[in-house]
T-cell receptor, first 112, second 113 residues
Framework: DAGITQSPRHKVTETGTPVTLRCHQTENHRYMYWYRQDPGHGLRLIHYSYGVKDTDKGEVSDGYSVSRSKTEDFLLTLESATSSQTSVYFC???????????FGPGTRLTVT | KNQVEQSPQSLIILEGKNCTLQCNYTVSPFSNLRWYKQDTGRGPVSLTIMTFSENTKSNGRYTATLDADTKQSSLHITASQLSDSASYICVVRTTSGTYKYIFGTGTRLKVLA
């Protein structure tokens, strides 16, 4: 997993609660990404970061926010979790945007 | 609209047999195409990358082909092993727009003893 960890690995939460997922990398990669993976869909980009404090929206960003205060950490926050946000969330990183993306092990989130 | 379609959705083969997975894309402009292997409960791991000028690239028992004219790619697995059981994801990178990586939905391969 190329020095990328995600925490927690599993989480069950109730509708309406805030949730924060953490991605930590030791590769000193500039770019970091948050994806969600759902049956019948390819990985879909939620938000990405191209440097400390530099972030942008992806394809499915509604209901999510991100922060990157350090090169190694990229946080994904579900402001008020809904059942439609039940998914597996993957963090990915690369040094340059055209390089191979390295993926973390994923976080399985269930919203009840 | 940029899209990546993979077929079949799932495939079951016997250990030792060969198989070919397909990827068709309508992504433009094209930058490169990667095949990823995703084991159950893990993140995807890159197998091969193909650029516009490359037709074939091998990585051990995995051989990827690319036909940029017809916008088709295939991943051929030779002499399959039980450890090949996984999902295989085709990803096309474009050079325009925000969503530069377009992911296919994957082919789930199961290799039986």
């Amino acid at each position: 997993d190329a020095g990328i960890t995600q925490s927690p690995r599993h989480k069950v939460t109730e509708t309406g609660t805030p949730v924060t997922l953490r991605c930590h990398q030791t590769e000193n990669h500039r770019y970091m990404y948050w994806y969600r993976q759902d049956p019948g869909h390819g990985l879909r980009l939620i938000h990405y970061s191209y440097g400390v404090k530099d972030t942008d929206k992806g394809e499915v960003s509604d209901g999510y926010s991100v922060s990157r205060s350090k090169t190694e950490d990229f946080l994904l926050t579900l402001e008020s979790a809904t059942s439609s946000q039940t998914s597996v969330y993957f963090c990915a990183t690369n040094w340059a945007s055209e390089d191979e993306q390295y993926f973390g092990p994923g976080t399985r989130l269930t919203v009840t | 609209k940029n899209q990546v379609e993979q077929s079949p959705q799932s495939l079951i083969i016997l250990e030792g047999k060969n198989c070919t997975l397909q990827c068709n894309y309508t992504v433009s402009p094209f930058s490169n195409l990667r095949w990823y292997k995703q084991d159950t409960g893990r993140g995807p791991v890159s197998l091969t990358i193909m650029t516009f000028s490359e037709n074939t690239k091998s990585n051990g028992r995995y051989t990827a082909t690319l036909d940029a004219d017809t916008k088709q790619s295939s991943l051929h697995i030779t002499a399959s092993q039980l450890s090949d059981s996984a999902s295989y994801i085709c990803v096309v990178r474009t050079t325009s727009g925000t969503y530069k990586y377009i992911f296919g939905t994957g082919t789930r391969l199961k290799v039986l003893a």
